[in-house]
Structures are given as C-alpha cells and as structure tokens.
Nanobody, 117 residues
Framework: QVQLVEFGGGLVQPGGSLRLSCAASGTIFSINVMGWYRQAPGKERQLVAT???????NYADSVKGRCTISRDNAKNTVSLQINSPKPEATAVYYC???????????WGKGPLVTVSS
C-alpha cells in the first residue's frame, strides 16, 4: 500500500523557522517526483515546491527564498524547510508523491502550520 506519513507542523513566529518531513512507503521512492502543496483557510490548494528524482527543484514565486525542498532517497523522505514565513503562510501543508508505475498522485493528510507572533 502506498502511504505518506508527514511530520512537523505547529506554531512558528514570523522570524522563526520550521521543518516539515514526509516519509514514503510502498513505492520505489528514488524514482518518484515529490512535492509540497499548501491550502490556506478559504483558499484553494496551491503549489509550494517540487523535486524530481534527479534533484531538480521548482518553487512557487511566493515562497522563493523562504522555502527549501530536499529529499533523502536512502531514507525515503522529502522535507520542506520554512524560514521567516509571512502570516499568509498559515496553511495545511500536504506532501505529494507522483508514482510513475501507477501514473498517479498520492497525498499525505497534511499538518497545519500556523504563523503568529
């Protein structure tokens, strides 16, 4: 069974930092495309960042310079480092995995990140 388990989330100050992690199982992780998306209250889910099997990254313009996505194929994990977030970064952050074998997207349940002083 394909499964994504997310760790992290919580309260962070605007000048602080937070690290989210996502552990995948049931797939050959090293060949899968991973990503982070977020959904703010009352808004649609939007892209934060993606990373390919080869390590190429793509970021939404709104998070460039504030978020860093990385993956560890040996541990089957993908992480998102959030630095100095703006209040509008408050959202549920979802881990996403594209599995080529099934040609499908799989989603984590999403931890909540709250930016507040």
């Amino acid at each position: 069974q394909v499964q994504l388990v997310e760790f992290g989330g919580g309260l962070v100050q605007p000048g602080g930092s937070l690290r989210l992690s996502c552990a995948a199982s049931g797939t050959i992780f090293s060949i899968n495309v991973m990503g982070w998306y977020r959904q703010a209250p009352g808004k649609e889910r939007q892209l934060v960042a993606t990373i390919t099997s080869g390590g190429s990254t793509n970021y939404a313009d709104s998070v460039k310079g504030r978020c860093t996505i990385s993956r560890d194929n040996a541990k089957n994990t993908v992480s998102l480092q959030i630095n100095s977030p703006k209040p509008e970064a408050t959202a549920v952050y979802y881990c996403k995995q594209y599995v080529p074998y099934y040609a499908m997207d799989y989603w984590g349940k999403g931890p909540l990140v709250t930016v507040s002083s």
